[in-house]
């Protein structure tokens, strides 16, 4: 028995070793990989920008663009190089160099430009919630977490903007303060409706009894139109129907009650926009863009031509869905304008509503205005996402 058990043991031993065996001679016959010299210099330029030389790193890069143009590795290396030196618009300059006069573009070398902006914007206090909101729903958690600190050391602009995310402490915070705060909440009711969270409805329908403040009563009641609040449309109807109430809020009920598809306002809606007052008439034609007939669009075009650049800007921005091309010019236009803020919006609605192109959003990323700027990024990686 022991003879044979020993026998049996070498045998087993012996097998295992030529298996050890013909497994380490398949590993020698696997080939090593090559470094090619593409890779040796891309690589070498990596390690450099990680070392805090940029100014080596594109060295490196341009060595491999020199021979290989359209090399997306070197391009890479090229941008961040770019970016470390220079900030994002650097990266941006550098982007398209190595475009050139290429027709396809690259989003995804495009969008490392467009983050880099979008950071450097967040040191300008006036448009910083914009940008960080556009890296959190990058999910960026660094820049979420910025938004959070700034929401809780009292940032209004943050609070608005982690809502708009979908942040639900963001949205009770504003529900807390339209509780407490006295006088105007306007602000507030417009964060809520923006964010679309199912707490924002209840929260409005409380404020339809706020009869200190007819215009929190009026602005509440066209929002839960926006948020398809159905619960809301018997108190919507008796507010229109109380000829009591200030015109402003039986208007905004009448809006409100439009949007959900009841038509219980729409006498004072057709009078309005049929209105001999243009600014009235564009006012009234955007709460009533839901169902966009005859009479809403010769209402918005007419808003097209009217001298105040506030009304021209509204209307645009009410037609840019359908009438791409006349908005387009009109828009064209408003960016020449003297009043910054009219220059603003219309930058921000041409990259929201009217741009579809990278090559159009690479002529908004270097505006001199910063929200036409962070609204251009934005786009950026919205499309990248």
């Known amino acids: 028995m022991r003879l044979g058990t020993g026998i049996l043991l070498m045998a087993s031993l012996v097998a295992a070793g ?5 497994r380490q001679q398949g590993q020698e016959q696997i080939p090593k990989p090559v470094l090619t010299e593409e890779t040796w210099a891309i690589s070498q330029g990596w390690s450099l920008l990680a070392a805090g030389d940029p100014v080596k790193a594109a060295s490196y890069a341009d060595q491999v663009l020199a021979k290989y143009p359209r090399s997306i590795a070197a391009a890479a290396l090229r941008i961040e190089a770019e970016i470390a030196r220079g900030g994002g618009l650097a990266g941006l300059a550098a982007y398209e160099r190595w475009l050139g006069t290429r027709k396809i573009e690259d989003g995804y070398l495009l969008r490392r430009a467009a983050r880099a902006v979008l950071w ?9 919630a914009d940008a960080l909101e556009h890296l959190a729903f990058d999910d960026d958690a660094e820049a979420r977490a ?3 600190r ?15 995310i979908g942040d639900p402490g963001a949205v009770k915070q504003l529900i807390q303060q339209t509780e407490a705060i006295p006088g105007s ?4 009711i417009e964060a809520l409706i923006e964010s679309k969270s199912p707490l924002a409805a209840p929260a409005l329908i409380r404020l339809l009894k706020d009869t200190n403040n007819p215009d ?36 905004g009920a009448a809006a409100g009650l ?28 955007r709460r009533m863009s839901g169902n966009p007939d005859g009479a809403w669009k010769a209402a918005a075009r007419k808003g097209l031509t009217d001298q105040d650049p506030g009304v021209r800007l509204k209307a645009a921005e009410l037609l840019a869905p359908t009438d791409r091309e006349v908005v387009k010019d009109t828009l064209e236009a408003l960016l020449l304008d003297s009043n910054q803020a009219i220059r603003e919006l219309a930058g921000k609605v041409m990259v929201k509503a009217i741009a579809g192109d990278f090559a159009t959003f690479r002529r908004f990323l270097p505006s001199g205005d910063p929200a036409i700027r962070v609204a251009a990024a934005g786009r950026i990686l919205e499309l990248t996402r």
Do not use: C, H, W
């Open 18 to 22: 030529a298996t050890l065996a013909a």
């Open 120 to 128: 450097e914007s967040t040191a300008n206090p006036l448009v910083a």
């Open 146 to 148: 910025q938004l959070a």
């Open 150 to 164: 700034r929401m809780v050391a009292g940032g209004f602009a943050e609070t608005r903007a982690l809502a708009r």
């Open 185 to 188: 909440k306007q602000r507030q």
């Open 216 to 251: 929190s009563i009026a602005s509440a009641a066209d929002g839960l139109g926006t948020l398809n609040a159905r619960d809301a449309i018997p108190q919507l109807q008796k507010i229109y129907g109380d000829v009591s109430q200030l015109p402003s809020v039986r208007f």
């Open 258 to 285: 439009y949007r959900m598809g009841d038509l219980t306002g729409i006498s004072m809606l057709q009078e309005r926009l049929n209105s001999d007052f243009p600014y009235v008439s564009v006012d009234t034609a």
